[in-house]
Each structure stands twice: as C-alpha cells, then as structure tokens.
C-alpha cells in the first residue's frame, strides 16, 4: 500500500494502526505537490512517528526518498521487500 500523498499526520498513522493485518507492505511518502500541507507539515517528526509505529507493529515498511532525509543514521530502508502475492 502506497501511503501518500500524506494530508493529515494523525489520519496516515490511523490508517497504517487500522489495516496492518491486512497490507504485507507499507511505502510511506509525503505530500509534494499541495504547497501548503507541505509548508505545515513536520516531515522529520511524521516520518519519525511512523518508523516507531511499523516497529511497534512489526510491520513491513519502506521509507520513500522524499522522507529519506528524515531517517535516523544506519536505518535499513530496502528497497525491495517480499511481498505476500
């Protein structure tokens, strides 16, 4: 499941808390092109909150490159994850 464009913090973690047990795979991105979600929005901190919940979850999750700024030194961000088809 591809999870962007993020338009609200809070909805794009409920989304990921809410259908875990069905998605095998999470690619979480941001909102690039509506300037003022883009202008408000904590990247760091929303990228951040979502890593800690993926791991709290233990879930499958890739960091897009637009957020990959945001990750904590060393993070491992594969790119290509098995996927349940």
């Keep these: 499941m591809s999870l962007e464009p993020t338009l609200d913090v809070e909805s794009s973690l409920a989304i990921v808390e809410e259908t875990h047990a069905f998605v095998d795979l999470f690619k979480i991105g941001r909102a690039n092109y ?21 791991q709290k979850l233990g879930i499958k999750h890739y960091i897009k490159r637009d957020l990959q700024p ?16």
Excluded: S
Aim: hydrophobic share 30%.
């Design 34 to 54: 509506l300037k003022e979600i883009t202008r408000t929005t904590d990247w760091r901190d929303y990228t951040l909150r979502m890593i800690d919940l993926c």
């Design 70 to 85: 945001y990750l904590r030194a060393g993070y491992h961000n594969p790119l290509r994850v098995p996927q349940f088809n």
